[in-house]
């Protein structure tokens, strides 16, 4: 059995409160997402027993994060995006088993594009 590494948020908001979670996924260590656009389907009964009104335009936030942040990006979530906000989102994670195409990042690193160049440093 392999030790999960990541998991993968997806956060469900209305529509134009996909910044809202990423910003607050990115402060407390997400490094980025991936935007969909969606729409939403449910009858009156969802509608009150969740106490909220169903907008059918919607956006989901695809998450992939390390699971160590994962409790910390969720509840970053709740706080700027969940059910009782403008945003009305719904956060969940998922476990991923492989992933590939990620390269180590550490905070303290600045990404390829910020190092200056070999060629800039010699005269």
């Not at 509608?47 to 695809?62: D, L, N």
């Not at 009782?84 to 990620?102: K, W, Y």
Request: glycine residues 8%.
């Amino acid at each position: 059995m392999s030790a999960v590494n990541h998991e993968v948020i997806f956060c469900i908001v209305n529509t134009g409160f996909s910044e809202t979670v990423m910003e607050a996924a990115k402060d407390a260590g997400a490094r980025g997402g991936t935007i969909l656009n969606a729409r939403g389907t449910a009858n009156k009964e969802a509608e009150s027993f969740f106490h909220i009104a169903i907008q059918p335009e919607k956006e989901i936030v695809m998450i992939l994060v390390d699971a160590k942040i994962k409790d910390a990006v969720l509840h970053a979530l709740y706080q700027k995006a969940g059910l009782d906000t403008m945003g009305q989102g719904i956060a969940f994670s998922v476990p991923v088993e492989n992933v590939v195409g990620l390269t180590p990042w550490k905070a303290e690193e600045k990404p390829e594009a910020e190092k200056p160049s070999k060629k800039a440093e010699t005269k």
